[in-house]
């Protein structure tokens, strides 16, 4: 959307256009209106097809009429995050250096008595202010321009926290280290801690955690996010003068998207990994942010499992567990990987098709899914990774059923199971 659509769409016509089309399909809209000069036939498209993927992302706030560019929806933090990332913080004043579409400014202005929502780019600020006018929002002070050249316009310790999610250079391709992103708070660091005593970093989830607090000394902890089972972002909170001694904190945090629910795992990730087991009758696969923040360990222990291998997180054992923070499997058959025979293998479990996942293994899925012709299915699951020797095994599996059960015996294990 361009500005010129953007000002045609916030004409009253329009709007009320928007509105009473609002069930209907985006690309019939924008081919009924295309060449009606005095309507945003585009924009009104891009509006009702981002109105519809803001009520998963969005389920509060996308009911209050607001309005969008497809690029700034997909890079907005779900309101399940943006709730999560206002319960850690509190106080008077913060700034939110890069606000976007002012999601998170929305959460965070239920928490602070003033917010200072900072966007180089005038049409996302143009779009943040008339969404904080339909919420009505009225502690949020909207700056556009350079959100570092605006922080040093401010006292320092003006501010009890800041907020940064670094976006990518311009004409440069999706970063992931946080010297490579704008703004770059690692050589801003001591800066941002004088204007601030606390800091919150939303990095990528493919940041590397391993030597962070080299790029940021003041770190006192990592809070790694996942929403409906996908990480989404990690956090790094910076204190001017932090209390911590020793590792860094790690916390694991998995949201559920719909209703808030939130199960948290928290270690430092220097826990020591049990040795590695053959695969039992279990199989399970803990959630992406626990392995990310490397607390897979932590959680081995809490639940008294086992490693498959010294290399990968998967877990195994004799018991079902309800309730795991993760994956869970019922193993139907191990065996070791071996090209030549692994069709044998498919065809004696009656395996046509599967979900395909690799760790520590030289082919990729795809690869696999070729070399082998199965097709995708929900049904059964293949698992190729390394044993506890360091051998490659594909573990066959399938969900448990709801009660889970004792162990299966090793016949039922080898039999094919109905999907």
Known sequence: ????????????????????????????????????????????????????????KLPELSLKGLLYTALAL?????????????????????IDLTGGLGIDAVFFSRVFRSVVYCERDPLLAELATYNFRRLGVSNVEICQGDSLAMLHSFPDDHFDWIYVDPSRREGG?????????????????????RKAEKVMVKASPALELSGIERQLSSISAIQVVSVGGECREILLLLERTPARQGPIARNAVLLDTNVYERREIAGTG????????????????????????????????????????NTVDYLT?????EGFPGRTFRVVACERYKPKTFKSFLQRHGISGAAIQRRDFSLSPEEIRRKFRLRESHCDYLFFTKDSAGESICVYAVK????????????????????
């Open 317 to 321: 054992s004799n018991r079902f567990v």
């Open 400 to 419: 448990p059923s709801p009660a889970g059960g004792e162990a299966p015996s090793v016949q039922v294990r080898n039999a094919v199971p109905e999907c």
């Open 270 to 309: 220097g826990e020591s990994r049990s040795p590695a087991v053959p695969v039992q009758a279990f199989f399970y696969e803990p959630g992406p942010a626990i392995i990310k923040a490397g607390l897979t360990a932590r959680l081995s222990e809490e639940y008294g499992f086992d490693y498959v291998s």
């Open 173 to 193: 391709r999706r970063s992931v280290g946080l010297s490579a992103a704008s703004p770059d708070v690692a050589a801003s660091h001591d800066f941002l801690l």
């Open 74 to 94: 997909e890079q907005s933090s779900g309101e399940a995050a943006a709730t999560y990332k206002a319960s850690l913080m509190g106080g008077e004043r913060l």
């Open 1 to 56: 959307m361009t500005p010129d659509e953007l000002h045609s769409l916030l004409l009253p016509k329009n709007l009320t256009l928007l509105e009473e089309h609002g069930s209907d399909d985006p690309s019939s809209i924008a081919l009924r209106f295309q060449g009606c000069a005095d309507i945003p036939a585009r924009a009104i498209a891009e509006q009702l097809a981002c109105r519809r993927k803001a009520l998963k």
